[in-house]
């Protein structure tokens, strides 16, 4: 969830057209409308030469991707009796898929689901981003309309080392790859499922940061809806911030945590 910097897109054709460079861009995870505009670079202006789409084309029915490129682009690669079938699949232009790609285009552009993601993502963000400034747990927001990332903060220290000392051989870490991490997660993991199980509201951690909440409801999410989530989110974040809270003084007043290396844990 790394949002470029204005102009970043802008910059990189102005460069791949200096250089006789194709540009081509990836909306797959972007979605269609997903950012509060039909396309992600849209915000920028920029009008790529080739762009790969995939996932929400299908509607949430059917697998199906996508490749467009400029007409002259797609002429020299296949615009001949020799080249036309240079890449073929046994699924390709299913006709149930493209009926469902044709729909999901159809319900996203008739009913403005782009500008509802904008207005709903706008809610979504100023109420995550007041969260971030009260809450212990939390890091960041980032991202665009109903694409969004809330990042956490890693456990404290000294709970993260009251963890890991509670093992008194110190096999752990040896034993169980990326322990480390693991711990560090605790707080959105805890997250998904205090939102799961007492609020029914299913969310995901991101593959490739442990510590970013996936926040990206539907298109058609209502203001309603947002304002429940927002609700169950902050429940959920300052029954977490109290628990560390706790957890953290018992150490200190305690010594809990403290370990010798001839006696162990004491």
């Known amino acids: 969830m790394v949002v470029p910097q204005a102009g970043y897109l802008r910059e990189a054709q102005a460069l791949c057209c200096a250089t006789d460079t194709l540009l081509v861009v990836d909306e797959v995870q972007t979605d269609l409308g997903r950012t509060g505009s039909l396309f992600a670079v849209e915000h920028e202006g920029v009008n790529p ?9 299908g ?7 996508a490749l467009l490129t400029r007409r002259d682009l797609w002429l020299k690669a296949y615009g001949t009796v020799e080249s036309f079938a240079l890449h073929t699949s046994t699924f390709g ?7 469902a790609g044709l729909a999901a285009l159809r319900t996203i552009c008739d009913e403005d689901l782009a500008a509802n993601a904008q207005a709903r ?3 979504l963000s100023d109420g995550l981003a007041e969260f971030c400034r009260r809450d212990r747990c939390l890091r960041e927001v980032r991202g665009l309309g109903l694409l969004l990332g809330l990042e ?13 000392a509670m093992d008194l051989t ?9 322990l480390d991490k693991m711990i560090d997660s605790l707080p959105v993991m805890n997250t998904m499922q205090s ?8 969310t995901q951690v ?10 990206q409801p539907p298109l058609t999410v209502n203001e309603e809806q947002v304002d429940q989530f927002l609700d169950a989110l902050g429940q959920t974040c300052q029954g977490f911030d109290h628990a560390i809270s706790l957890t953290d003084h018992v150490i200190a007043k305690t010594g809990l945590g403290q370990h010798d290396a001839k006696m162990g844990l004491r």
């Open 49 to 57: 030469d080739l762009m790969t789409l995939a996932k929400s084309l």
């Open 59 to 65: 509607g949430g029915l059917m697998p199906i991707g």
């Open 93 to 99: 232009g299913g006709s149930l898929a493209c009926a």
């Open 121 to 123: 993502g706008r809610q």
């Open 152 to 164: 956490f903060e890693p456990l404290p220290s000294r709970t993260k080392a009251h963890w890991k």
């Open 170 to 178: 110190g096999m752990s870490s040896y034993l169980v790859p990326g």
């Open 195 to 202: 939102l799961l199980q007492s609020h029914h509201i299913y």
């Open 206 to 215: 991101a593959r490739s940061n442990p510590l970013m909440l996936r926040v």
